[in-house]
């Protein structure tokens, strides 16, 4: 481990100085999972695309400011989270999606993703299950979608969660727990009384 | 441990985050309750679908394009850094020339004085961040190799007058008398602190009556800094509901700007965020970095 910190280390001196090179070779192991996260955040490829690609630029301008008392991956997820809330701000989806249910539009949630939900002997086609999955996912509020794709989807741990998210690890929990819950109602297509 | 304990540990122990005593109490609970183990094994699940969702690749053009939008992207921004270095200098000459010809004019009229300053940094506020951002901005880039003063358009000497004759020296550095600003970077987060919201105008003029006079100039440059970045950060948030607590500038240029953001959080809670603004160079980023 020591030998890889040391590259990481040699890269990010190069790239602060503005070598490209080095840049790239420095995101290569971080941006799949960079995109993956935006790709759930904004449920559309484009915009995902748009989100990593305006972070990656934001990340090399502002690498000789990293102070490298974070994780180097750490911080670009943070970056990565952050231009996406800032882009569903933007596109105003997030008024629809703050609260966790619309509530009065729980039989909307129902309907749109009734004709997807497993049938009667619960089984689905395995790429069908996925797009339901993503479209249950993408009904929670931002705050509880957000540590579902950070830990069940790109498996990040509790304390880089905390780390990603900027917040303590209590709130990482109550906030996983919560939000499975929720998951789960909303696979389930129970309403909230 | 009840139930309630229960429920709320088992994500955790799902995600194997709880200590060995915790895990073992848990365990012995749900081994004796037919409930709690229902719950359970619907977490799992839950949690087994989602981490059967495939992950996606990148699409091949990705790295292509990423470069790409780097190189432009560093050359906008070495432009971007010219421009703002010569608008510094222009907005500090611009009222060292205002002041040498008001204080010609109105020795005894020290009113007089502070009207003419508060009229000298409006108008540069007005006109020269519409100006020099938009248009003079284009004439600045088509005449690369002259020096920054010799830019200035016969329309715009009207407006220097007498005050010309300073600005005969090639060279920005030369005249922006930053070395002497950074003596008074101690006075400088006082002299700048904003008391809550703070609106899109200049400050109260007469909190300055206390520095020197020499002092004023340079102030009144980092006035108009202060207020390129306020404008920013108003652009920026223009959709939210925010208020400027405070900012302040360092020695080596930055300023930083503490806001206040209120956001709608769960079942349309107000939620209060702090976030801190960083300015250099004419750039503005959240400081997340």
């Known amino acids: 481990m020591g030998d890889i910190d040391q590259t990481e280390k040699e890269l990010i001196q190069k790239a602060k100085q503005g070598d490209q090179d080095s840049f790239e070779a420095l995101i290569l192991s971080c941006k799949e999972k960079a995109y993956n996260i935006a790709l759930r955040y904004m449920q559309n490829e484009e915009d995902a695309l748009d989100a990593v690609q305006e972070s990656f630029i934001k990340i090399f301008r502002h690498l000789p400011k990293f102070n490298e008392q974070s994780r180097f991956d750490t911080w670009v997820y943070r970056i990565v989270v952050n231009a996406c809330n800032d882009m569903l701000r933007k596109s105003k989806k997030m008024k629809v999606i703050d609260t966790v249910y619309k509530n009065e539009e729980d039989e909307d949630i129902a309907f749109e993703i009734a004709d997807k939900a497993p049938g009667p002997d619960g089984l689905l086609e395995k ?67 | 441990m009840n139930c309630i304990d229960v429920r709320e540990m088992l994500s955790m122990y799902i995600d194997d985050e709880l200590d060995t005593n915790e895990r073992s109490e848990l365990e012995v609970h749900l081994a004796g309750c037919d409930e709690c183990m229902r719950e359970y094994d619907a977490l799992l699940e839950m949690t087994l679908l989602l981490r059967a969702v495939p992950r996606v690749s990148l699409p091949v053009s990705f790295d292509e394009r990423l470069r790409s939008s780097i190189e432009t992207s560093t050359r906008k921004q070495l432009e971007y850094k010219k421009r703002w270095r010569t608008f510094s200098a222009i907005a500090a000459v611009f009222v060292i020339g205002i002041f040498s010809i008001t204080m010609y004019n109105h020795m005894d009229h020290t009113d007089g004085l502070q009207d003419e300053l508060r009229y000298a940094q409006n108008r540069m506020s007005a006109d020269r961040h519409s100006q020099w951002m938009d248009g003079r901005m284009n004439h600045i880039d088509s005449r690369q190799s002259e020096s920054t003063f010799g830019r200035m358009e016969l329309d715009d000497r009207h407006l220097y007058g007498s005050a010309e004759g300073h600005m005969g020296h090639p060279g920005a550095d030369d005249i922006m008398p930053f070395g002497v600003m950074n003596n008074m970077d101690q006075e400088v987060p006082q002299m700048y602190a904003g008391q809550g919201s703070r609106p899109m105008t200049v400050p109260d003029t007469s909190e300055r009556s206390t520095v020197t006079r020499g002092g004023i100039n340079q102030n009144e440059a980092m006035r108009a800094e202060a207020d390129f970045y306020l404008r920013l950060i108003e652009e920026k948030l223009r959709y939210y509901n925010h208020s400027i607590i405070d900012y302040w500038r360092y020695e080596d240029g930055v300023w930083n700007f503490q806001v206040e953001i209120k956001l709608f959080g769960e079942s349309h809670a107000m939620v209060t965020k702090m976030y801190m603004f960083v300015g250099q160079d004419g750039e503005l980023w959240r400081k997340d970095l």
């Open chain 1, 127 to 193: 790429k069908e299950e996925s797009e339901y999955i993503v479209q249950c996912l993408d009904k929670l509020s931002t705050e509880y979608k957000e540590v579902l794709i950070l830990r069940d989807l790109n498996g990040f741990s509790y304390d880089e969660i905390a780390s990603i998210l900027d917040c303590s690890i209590g709130t990482v929990k109550s906030k996983i727990s919560r939000a499975r819950q929720k998951f789960k109602d909303i696979y389930l297509l129970k309403r909230v009384i």
